[in-house]
């Protein structure tokens, strides 16, 4: 088997990455809710100001997956966290260490930031994934509710007087 390896995404990868993105929202049964294209992946990720990064995994100089991660922050830590956005395998190529790989080096790129976690979120019926995420040690915080405001609800919301 050839070797794996991540390398930083560049303004090149816009068009892999979205096909990433697409892969991912078909497998979660959402692609209707892709609104993402080349140029917004190339503004909201490779701008100068942006706070988003991104892995790409290659195997033989062929791209297998990625990762999308950002920065948040611990009130309680008083320190930054690392958050991952999307970590997508390509099907034909799962469980041939390229998700773990990427997860390792999030976890090393979130020690040496000083980070105090490492989080994401996994939906409830993807069994496959969580029950690797807790292979690798991770733990769900089943205790925690997820919100979210989109659309026209976030539109509204702020609009309010």
Known sequence: MEQLTIRQAAIQDAALILHFVTELAIYEKAEHEVLATEKTIESSIFSDDSHVNALICEQAGHPVGMAIYFYNYSTWLAKPGLYLEDLYVSPEHR???????????????????????????????????????????????????????????????????
Request: charged letters at 30%.
């Open 95 to 161: 469980g041939n260490g390229a998700g773990k790989l990427l997860l390792k080096r999030m976890a090393k790129i979130a020690l040496q930031k000083g980070c105090g976690r490492f989080e994401w979120s996994c939906l409830d019926w993807n069994k496959p994934s969580r029950d690797f995420y807790e292979s690798i040690g991770a733990e769900s915080q089943d205790e925690w509710v997820g919100y979210r405001m989109s659309g026209k609800t976030l539109i509204d919301f702020a609009e309010l007087d």
